[in-house]
């Protein structure tokens, strides 16, 4: 454990050695990859110095035992006594932390938020969602850019789509893909009847083109002007773009931008989470007899939790998790939600690992 956490140690010093190249600080793009990975890596050299210091400690302790005075043996037993415990859960807490993360989990992200079946509250209950997020984004400290907006016709969104900036978003945000329901009585319900509604939430890894090995020449680029509701604003001007992967049929287009530069950007990454996402299947099908995965395939049908405002009840299904704090978390209190999805995956990682091994 203590080689591992020592190689992490030894890499997060060469990334530190890199930042502060001239080469490094004079490319923008260069130099805030890296510092996203040097704070990732910060995490891991700060618990390598405390587990070093803890193991040093326990090492002379144990020398302490050898001493003819009695007084400093009972002294270096009682400290072997208080550290033991600290061992054990540092070590749990490094179990953790060195299990293999997915490679997007440090990535920024796409969010596309839609109202589904409900009618007006539908679309209410979708401007609560977003509400929530930016909230959660706040505490985070990360950054958002709005890029399409099609508002509901009594408050809320038929659909809003916003680029998150930050520190490891993909890995917290990655669980919210699915379908969110809420039960309350609506604003516009006079008989005070609790009704039903739901949103559906798209999650999507923005990807690197070299992350993804595709060659131009496989790309077909159509563009287009956009029509029908929430396109108004493009359908002067072709600002529409649709990429096709011709060797394996993909398609994927985007109109969310008045920009056709911000849409060519946006198809790109749809696409390539549409080939990623071809690829992750086929992994997680070898693999799904060994762990069960929380991220879904981003099915919209997928339910994957209730709002229910009369019980104050928020409830995820996949996991089984129930709390009574609906009027907290609807604030962007998002932290126990995504901390308990966050332990039961490692965990199932965990198990997979042990069975590997």
């Keep these: ?19 502060a190249d001239p080469e490094t600080v004079s490319d923008m793009k260069k130099f805030a990859k890296l510092n996203k990975e040097y704070k990732e890596l910060q ?18 302790a144990k020398e302490m035992l050898n001493d003819p005075d009695k007084e400093m043996k ?31 989990d440090s990535k920024d992200v796409i969010i596309e938020i839609r109202s589904g079946t409900g009618g007006d ?5 979708a401007g609560d969602l977003f509400r929530m997020y930016t909230k959660f984004f706040e505490t985070q400290g990360w950054k958002m850019e709005i890029l399409d907006v099609n508002e509901g016709t009594v408050g809320g969104y038929n659909k ?24 309350r009585v609506p604003k516009t319900e006079s008989q005070g009847r609790v009704h039903t509604s739901a949103a559906t939430v798209a999650i999507m890894p923005k990807f690197e083109e070299e ?12 563009t ?54 071809v690829q992750k299947e086929k992994a997680y099908n070898e693999q799904k007899a060994k762990r069960k995965s929380l991220v879904g395939s981003g099915d919209r049908s997928d339910k994957i939790r209730t709002y229910n405002y009369p019980q104050n009840r928020v409830t995820d299904h996949r996991i089984g998790l129930t709390l009574y704090k609906l009027d907290t978390i609807i604030e962007g209190d998002l932290t126990a ?18 069975s590997i091994a």
Excluded at 230 to 247: A, D, M, Y
Aim: aromatic share 6%.
């Design 43 to 60: 995490v891991f050299s700060d618990k390598y110095h405390e587990y070093k210091n803890l193991l040093d400690n326990m090492a002379n």
């Design 121 to 125: 509250e539908a679309s209410i209950f």
């Design 224 to 277: 287009f002007r956009s029509s029908g509701a929430g396109g108004q604003h493009v359908n002067k001007t072709e600002s529409g773009v649709r990429f096709t992967h011709i060797p394996t049929g993909i398609v994927s287009e985007s109109t969310d931008s008045r920009s056709q530069h911000k849409n060519r950007e946006i198809a790109l990454q749809r696409l390539y989470v549409k080939i990623q996402e």
């Design 74 to 104: 009972e002294m270096a037993q009682m400290e072997l006594e208080e550290m033991k415990p600290k061992l054990a859960d540092l070590e749990e807490e490094i179990k953790v932390l060195l299990i293999p993360k997915d490679p997007e």
């Design 337 to 354: 939600v995504i901390e308990a999805l966050q332990v039961y995956e490692n965990a199932e990682k965990m198990k997979a690992e042990e």
């Design 1 to 19: 454990m203590l080689d591992k956490l020592e190689a992490i140690h030894n890499k997060f010093l060469h990334t530190q050695e890199l930042l």
């Design 211 to 222: 992350d993804i090995d595709i060659k131009k020449d496989d790309l077909k680029v159509d």
């Design 160 to 183: 809003i789509v916003a680029e998150v900036f930050g520190s490891n978003v993909y890995g917290k945000l990655k669980f919210e893909s699915g379908a969110h329901r809420v039960q």
